[in-house]
């Protein structure tokens, strides 16, 4: 997909036109009439009485269509759906909020936004600011001063209009400032009396052709010619491929500069697909966290272009803890116009020599225009010196672990147009095999567990009509978190397969248990007490089933897997979503866990915990 940020607001013909002025008649018409305009296809909603008023222009003004209404079972559910919906297409999904209550329960999913960079306009509301319409008690406790201020550190911007023309022009600096980068969700809170005013004459409506955002910026040329000059003397030069778009040709020019250095290449889980991970120049699987061997690569660089890399400052004191690179470092990025002074998700300060304050793609474009015009002075690296991908670890024809599931998965799926919407924390990298920037969407951004669900979701319905596969490998504790958003699939017909790595635990606290332990010289089998789910287990296949899945599992061996997957691709593909429950060894395929006491920092590495 490419990047909408800046795409004109118009109207094609699958998309009707939205009304004149002279067919609204409420306060709530006239928000509507917005939403249409803008546009967003879709609103995410959990119903509520405090925006009854906009719920009934949504029906009966503007048909269900352009936005079309996805009922939820959770707020945090419908944030979910837009952030995963935004990891696709790069243009905010809007959401509908309940009053202070559904603003609570939707916080979390706005945090994973925020941390994400993800554009979302939220419309929250409250109940009538003037005391004197409030109905008895639930009004009362369902309207707050300053509504906002419970989310306003995770949020880019927000607004409580007071009347029809603030409203309006709330909507549209929504848009404007959702899609300028950094992306990020923005939130107006809509007064219930606001929206069931009756309009005593047609509203001035805007043009919204004037109103939209502007191109993403672009490093400064003096700082674009020093960079190319660094990077053509460099000798092992290393490109960290982070936060970049979703668009096809970006991908490609990430490829053509890295080839044009001869520049080896790391990328991450947290994030989207980068670059290839089978190049020859993409020089580790992508992971999670930095293993001895990436230390080793950066130790090695003597530049290195971070392409908005996630935690940069963590990454490079890693590798130097004295904060002092021996490698001159490139950053470009916007992400510090997004730092504010509650949320530590800025990550620590990186020590950067040269800073291209600019979307990431951007650089990468002027950086090559810059590299060919000095064509003859570019020496590629030759391939032959790069090491190849290590392919995922053989498995026991038996066990089934992560390692067994990826590479079922894979197996199976082998050529097919894939999306992982999702992989789980201790996937093996070594299994991925992306080609394409939609082959993979990352994490969720803040590490909000529960997440999971309903931004696969909100990513497969972006994927609809794509030719596809969508595909989410989810924990089980993920999975029941935000279980009930799998309704939402199977209402609105969302096809997408869900896979549970199901090892009946909250594995990760099981493994920091673990390390917690063996600091501690203290019983490493107490490691599972207050972290199993089980006994008993959770029936996650009827979980789904009863929510109109087609679903399988327990799971509990290789043959069996395969050809459960066989058949759900078959459901998925006339478009039934589908899960499988399929029950894996508790462990992480080479993980590590790293926490830091008072004095001291311990890294404790593992296999498979059993």
Same mark, same amino acid.
């Given at each position: 997909m490419s990047d909408h940020a800046s795409t004109s607001i118009v109207n094609d013909q699958d998309c009707p036109l939205p009304p004149d002025a002279t067919e609204l008649h409420w306060g709530s018409d006239a928000v509507a009439w917005a939403l249409r305009v803008l546009p967003l296809d879709y609103i995410a909603l959990n119903p509520g009485a405090? *925006?009854?008023?906009?719920?009934? %222009?949504?029906?009966?003004?503007? &048909?269900?269509?352009?936005?079309?209404?996805?009922?939820?079972?959770?707020?945090?559910?419908?944030?979910?759906?837009?952030?995963?919906?935004?990891?696709?297409?790069?243009?905010?999904?809007?959401?509908?909020?309940?009053?202070?209550?559904?603003?609570?329960?939707?916080?979390?999913?706005?945090?994973?936004?925020?941390?994400?960079?993800?554009p979302i306009i939220i419309l929250g509301a409250t109940g009538p600011v003037d005391a004197n319409r409030r109905r008895p008690w639930i009004d009362w406790i369902h309207t707050s001063q300053d509504q906002a201020a419970l989310v306003r550190p995770f949020i880019k911007w927000d607004d409580q209009p007071a009347s029809i023309g603030a409203a309006l022009e709330s909507m549209l600096r929504a848009w404007q400032t959702a899609c300028r980068r950094p992306y990020g969700p923005v939130y107006i809170c809509l007064d219930v009396g606001l929206q069931e005013q009756a309009l005593s004459e047609p509203p001035k409506l805007p043009d919204p052709q004037r109103f939209l955002p502007g191109e993403p910026p672009v490093p400064s040329s003096r700082a674009l010619d020093e960079a190319a000059?660094?990077? +053509?003397?460099?000798?092992?030069?290393?490109?960290?491929?982070?936060?970049?778009?979703?668009?096809?040709?970006?991908?490609?020019?990430?490829?053509?500069l890295a080839e044009r250095l001869g520049a080896r290449v790391l990328s991450d889980l947290k994030v989207a697909a980068a670059f290839p991970t089978e190049h020859p120049l993409h020089a580790l699987p992508p992971a999670l966290r930095l293993g001895s061997d990436a230390v080793e690569l950066l130790a090695t660089a003597d530049v290195i272009l971070s392409?908005?890399?996630?935690?940069?400052?963590?990454?490079?004191?890693?590798?130097?803890?004295? &904060?002092?690179? %021996?490698?001159?470092?490139?950053?470009?990025?916007?992400?510090? *116009?997004?730092?504010? &002074?509650?949320?530590?998700?800025?990550?620590?300060?990186?020590?950067?020599?040269?800073?291209?304050?600019?979307?990431?793609?951007?650089?990468? %474009?002027?950086?090559?225009?810059?590299? %060919?015009?000095?064509?003859?002075?570019?020496?590629?690296?030759?391939?032959?010196?790069?090491?190849?991908?290590?392919?995922a670890a053989a498995h026991s024809a038996s066990a089934l672990d992560l390692n067994a599931l990826a590479q079922t998965l894979s197996n199976v799926l082998n050529d097919r147009l894939t999306t992982y919407l999702r992989l789980p924390l201790g996937w093996p990298g070594a299994a991925c095999r992306f080609r394409h920037p939609l082959d993979y969407l990352g994490y969720d951004g803040g590490a909000g567990i529960g997440s999971g669900p309903g931004m696969a979701i909100g990513s497969a319905l972006a994927l609809k009509g794509s030719g596809r596969l969508p595909v989410a490998v989810l924990g089980d504790g993920d999975l029941m978190m935000g279980a009930n958003a799998l309704w939402t699939a199977?209402?609105?017909?969302?096809?997408?397969?869900?896979?549970?790595?199901?090892?009946?635990? *909250? *594995?990760?606290?099981?493994?920091?248990?673990?390390?917690?332990?063996?600091?501690?010289?203290?019983?490493?089998?107490?490691?599972? /007490?207050?972290?199993?789910?089980?006994?008993?287990?959770?029936?996650?296949?009827?979980?789904?089933?009863?929510?109109?899945?087609?679903?399988?599992?327990p799971i509990?061996?290789?043959?069996? +897997?395969?050809?459960?997957?066989?058949?759900?691709?078959?459901?998925?593909?006339?478009? /039934?979503?589908?899960?499988?429950?399929? /029950? /894996?060894?508790?462990?992480y395929v080479g993980g590590v866990v790293d926490f830091k006491t008072d004095n001291q920092s311990v890294t404790h590495q593992r296999g498979q915990a059993k």
């Open positions: 405090s *925006y009854r008023g906009l719920h009934d %222009s949504l029906v009966n003004l503007l &048909g269900d269509h352009a936005p079309r209404m996805l009922v939820c079972l959770h707020e945090e559910h419908a944030v979910a759906l837009a952030h995963g919906y935004a990891k696709v297409t790069e243009r905010p999904m809007a959401v509908a909020l309940h009053s202070n209550v559904g603003l609570m329960h939707g916080s979390m999913a706005i945090y994973n936004a925020w941390c994400d960079r993800a000059r660094m990077l +053509l003397n460099a000798r092992n030069p290393l490109i960290l491929a982070g936060r970049v778009s979703r668009d096809a040709d970006d991908w490609q020019r990430r490829v053509e392409l908005d890399w996630l935690d940069l400052g963590g990454t490079l004191y890693t590798v130097w803890p004295d &904060g002092k690179p %021996s490698a001159r470092i490139i950053h470009a990025s916007l992400d510090d *116009y997004a730092i504010n &002074g509650w949320a530590m998700n800025h990550q620590r300060m990186a020590p950067v020599d040269l800073a291209l304050d600019g979307a990431p793609d951007a650089a990468v %474009s002027a950086l090559i225009e810059r590299l %060919s015009a000095q064509a003859p002075a570019i020496k590629p690296r030759e391939r032959g010196s790069i090491p190849a991908p290590a392919s199977a209402r609105h017909g969302i096809p997408l397969l869900i896979v549970v790595a199901n090892n009946r635990a *909250y *594995y990760n606290d099981v493994a920091h248990q673990e390390a917690v332990a063996i600091e501690r010289n203290r019983p490493v089998e107490n490691k599972w /007490v207050g972290q199993r789910l089980d006994e008993p287990a959770i029936d996650l296949a009827a979980v789904a089933r009863a929510q109109g899945f087609e679903a399988e599992g509990t061996d290789i043959e069996t +897997l395969r050809m459960a997957v066989i058949r759900a691709i078959a459901a998925v593909e006339r478009g /039934v979503p589908a899960l499988l429950d399929v /029950v /894996v060894e508790a462990g």
